[in-house]
């Protein structure tokens, strides 16, 4: 398997555009985790799916953010409009339940996204 | 408050001898599982070692291994033996709960990182 994919690895945009984050999770896997990583926070979870459906977004900084699952193989997150404190990296993970206890989560390599 | 502490935001070890990075937790939930991660300077993340609520046994993987302290509610990651390779970010994280299909439980928290750098 290829792993979590992320694309574009890098994004430069300028303040106000639309970004859009794209993530394949590993097939079979059905949990899908946005995380978005910065010096000052640190890792944070901003929204995690279970069956392409959202469990919990409380970690969405803003009504700029949001995220989809349209089906078990492709999720986004799209900012608009994009704002220079958005510049982050932001990763993408899955994971499945293994004899329904927890169990890691595999991460892609990441989109590195920087606001002008 | 914070569900994952690491209260070491660097520390240094010299090549071949062992070193232990620090995680408390805190949770209600009787059922969690701790985990460890790995994130060197190219970026991804990889994970190393697994802890579950109810392992009775600290978990190892070849020379990380976790010191587990239920009542205390650590979960420490002794790394023996480090290697120059070992210098990294180190993320200690948590999930609450068993992860049922269909269930709101699933989330995995991080903490914030420890920098280890091996020195040879």
């Known amino acids: 398997d290829a792993g979590v994919i992320q694309s574009p690895r890098h994004e430069v945009t300028e303040m106000g555009q639309e970004v859009t984050l794209r993530c394949k999770p590993i097939?079979?896997?059905?949990?899908l985790f946005w995380y978005r990583q910065t010096m000052m926070r640190g890792l944070e979870l901003l929204i995690y799916?279970?069956?392409?459906?959202?469990?919990?977004d409380s970690g969405m900084p803003e009504d700029r953010f949001s995220a989809k699952m349209p089906n078990a193989s492709f999720s986004t997150l799209k900012i608009q409009p994009s704002e220079p404190r958005d510049s982050a990296v932001y990763f993408c993970a899955s994971s499945f339940p293994r004899d329904r206890t927890n169990t890691e989560a595999f991460f892609g390599q990441g989109t590195r996204l920087t606001v002008v | 408050a914070q569900k994952i502490t690491q209260t070491q935001p660097g520390m240094f070890v010299q090549e071949k001898e062992a070193v232990t990075l620090d995680c408390t937790y805190d949770t209600s939930d009787p059922s969690y599982g701790l985990f460890w991660y790995k994130q060197p300077s190219s970026g991804e993340m990889i994970f190393l070692i697994y802890q579950g609520s109810y392992d009775q046994q600290n978990a190892t993987e070849g020379r990380y291994s976790l010191n587990f302290q239920k009542a205390r509610k650590s979960a420490n990651l002794v790394i023996s033996a480090s290697q120059l390779g070992d210098s990294a970010m180190y993320f200690c994280?948590?999930?609450?709960?068993?992860?049922?299909?269909?269930?709101?439980?699933?989330?995995?928290?991080f903490g914030k990182g420890t920098k280890l750098s091996v020195k040879p």
């Open positions: 799916f279970n069956n392409n459906v959202p469990i919990d």
């Open positions: 097939s079979g896997h059905d949990y």
């Open positions: 994280a948590m999930r609450e709960g068993p992860m049922n299909y269909g269930g709101s439980q699933g989330n995995l928290i």
